[in-house]
């Protein structure tokens, strides 16, 4: 059984943080079909507890102790936080910036970021969520979950121009995808953002499934000079994340 004020200060939040500029309280009670008085009070309570900021026009925002709880709740993913030691380790030896995602509500989660000290600006932060069918990591899921969950999540998709490379065309993507599986690793080659080559690779769970995907990524003349090295360690740090997450044919 729901209950209806958790479920609004659910709503609050998740709207909210669609709007990183702030809401107004009539901002949010016309999003949310909510009564302004109602409202009031909700968003003041969360603001006094430090779940809500407020800037000078009023207007809220995400609080700090949103942070530690988002925080909090990334260490608790064990794959995430078992797995770091391994992805910093990818990142000294390939010099590039690491990252690690999970599959959540049809989308891409980044619960891991590790930067290296010449990493290219990037949109990509812990708690974004993007599209699958345009980046390394959402192409790794796509390519190895069961072949009847990728037609289900692409039957939903959209496939929207992001950059001029982005592949628009399901036949091409799912060729694409079928590519990847024999290779062992998903390929963004400037399908997200212009000029970011990304190689990214599964970690598999203690049965048999997806659990999650790591990456590298970096300038794209950069990338390709080394691929073979960055291939080689993605595997390597895949295999010994899988391993740690009680994937059997990671042990042999």
Do not use: W
Not at 42 to 62: C, F, P
Not at 102 to 130: C, F, H, M, W
Request: with cysteine.
């Amino acid at each position: 059984m729901s209950v209806k004020s958790a479920e609004r200060v659910l709503r609050v939040f998740e709207l909210i943080a669609q709007h990183p500029e702030g809401l107004t309280v009539k901002e949010v009670s016309d999003l949310l079909s909510l009564p302004q008085s109602s409202t009031f009070n909700l968003v003041g309570t969360l603001h006094n507890e430090g779940y809500l900021n407020q800037d000078s026009l009023k207007r809220y925002k995400l609080g700090p102790k949103l942070i530690q709880i988002g925080t909090a709740a990334m260490e608790s993913l064990d794959i995430s936080s078992e797995g770091k030691p391994y992805l910093k380790k990818l990142m000294e030896d390939v010099q590039e910036t690491v990252f690690m995602a999970l599959l959540s509500d049809g989308e891409l989660v980044y619960v891991v970021k590790i930067d290296n000290n010449r990493s290219i600006r990037t949109t990509a932060q812990p708690g974004n969520r993007k599209p699958l069918y345009c980046t390394g990591l959402g192409k790794t899921f796509l390519a190895f979950l069961p072949k009847d969950q990728r037609e289900q999540l692409l039957e939903h998709t959209e496939l929207l121009p992001i950059t001029d490379y982005t592949i628009t065309d399901k036949k091409v993507l799912n060729d694409n995808l079928d590519s990847f599986i024999q290779m062992g690793y998903a390929i963004d080659d400037e399908e997200n953002e212009e000029g970011l080559f990304c190689l990214a690779a599964p970690v598999f769970g203690a049965k048999g499934s997806i659990q999650a995907a790591i990456s590298v990524a970096g300038p794209k003349e950069r990338m390709l000079k080394h691929k073979e090295f960055i291939v080689e360690r993605l595997l390597q740090t895949a295999t010994n994340i899988s391993f740690i997450a009680g994937y059997e044919e990671a042990k042999r």
